[in-house]
């Protein structure tokens, strides 16, 4: 057996082949393929079956930020549904099989689509195929009753927006280093203009299109890295990928997938999802402008962390460029409402 850091295949190999019986047929090998700040995410093998398995990044980090538990759930409870999501095998809560909460899925290959320049060869038409079903897996995802598949505790919907809308406030203060020109007005507006929450759904979280796997057909084959679900809104995930979007086209962007030719525009995406969900969006200047705040937010703390010294790895110097453009951008999208 092959170790890697946070994975002792000779530790998880006899608690894998007691929790599933019959799935392993020969000696184990693994690799990581996701790793960092983020939660590590390893292929292990049989040399006949692939599974992947995720744990939190080494040493001490909050349950609540790397909830593996919260993952497996939310996973296993749409299996049956329409929504595309990984065969998940079994959860491990015993620490002392690899010093943390860690769980276990099926490998679904596909593509995380990032750049426009990974979407450029396969031309404009398959692009807005692609950036088409992503949208309309998410209006599937939002028409699951949390109920029927067993995830009616799964969060607390009452409140939501005013809890999020205080929950960025509380963020930005705890990083806020330097003048962020109309930082409180966002804030503000967001505080007076709460509209009537949305009949409650599953919220993704994260939803965007490097959280989805896409096969050669085009299809979208799994929606991963569930760790953000809860139950609430759901126009919040719809406005966040749409604020992923514009941000995109901001020279700070890594992932500038929605700049590529074919990709649906923000107005193109919200009349599909409108037509797929039967969701009221008149409201969605404020959820456009909640998506920017948070966004803003959270790039606010990387550009913190950036000047204290804490971050590792290149790309840090220009994050905190794009704060007060989605802070702009989030303003006017409230006073347009």
């Excluded at 190999?13 to 590590?40: D, H, M, R, Y």
């Excluded at 329409?82 to 596909?110: I, N």
């Excluded at 719809?238 to 649906?264: E, F, H, I, N, W």
């Amino acid at each position: 057996m092959t170790d890697l850091p946070g994975l002792d295949l000779d530790r998880f190999g006899p608690w894998f082949a007691q929790a599933c019986p019959g799935e392993v047929t020969g000696p184990l090998t693994g690799s990581l393929i996701a790793g960092g700040k983020s939660n590590l995410t390893y292929v292990v093998t049989d040399g006949r079956s692939e599974w992947v398995v995720r744990r939190p990044p080494l040493g001490h980090v909050l349950a609540t930020a790397h909830d593996m538990a919260r993952e497996y759930r939310v996973m296993t409870a749409l299996r049956d549904t329409a929504v595309p999501v990984p065969r998940t095998f079994a959860l491990c809560d015993d620490e002392e099989v690899l010093g943390a909460q860690f769980y276990v899925m099926e490998r679904v290959h596909g593509t995380p689509y990032r750049t426009a320049a990974e979407l450029a060869p396969l031309g404009p038409e398959r692009t807005e195929t692609i950036s088409r079903r992503a949208v309309e897996t998410l209006a599937t995802l939002h028409t699951v009753d949390p109920a029927a598949v067993g995830l009616a505790d799964f969060g607390r919907p009452e409140g939501f927006l005013e809890r999020q809308v205080r929950r960025w406030k509380k963020q930005l203060d705890s990083s806020r280093s330097r003048d962020l020109a109309g930082a409180d007005e966002l804030h503000a507006l967001l505080e007076r203009n709460i509209p009537q929450e949305q009949a409650p759904a599953i919220v993704h979280g994260d939803y965007r299109l490097d959280n989805l796997l896409v096969d050669a057909d085009d299809r979208i084959v799994a929606v991963l890295d569930w760790e953000m679900a809860t139950l609430g809104d759901p126009l919040t995930d719809v406005a966040l990928m749409l604020v992923y979007s514009d941000l995109a086209r901001l020279d700070t962007a890594v992932a500038d997938a929605s700049t590529a030719p074919g990709y649906l525009t923000t107005d193109q995406s919200l009349a599909l999802y409108r037509e797929r969900s039967g969701r009221d969006l008149s409201a969605m200047g404020f959820y456009l402008g909640l998506a920017s705040f948070k966004l803003a937010v959270i790039l606010e703390g990387i550009h913190y962390r950036y000047t204290q010294g804490q971050t590792v790895g290149e790309g840090f110097d220009t994050v905190g460029s794009a704060v007060e453009p989605l802070i702009a951008g989030g303003l006017a999208a409230v006073k347009e409402d």
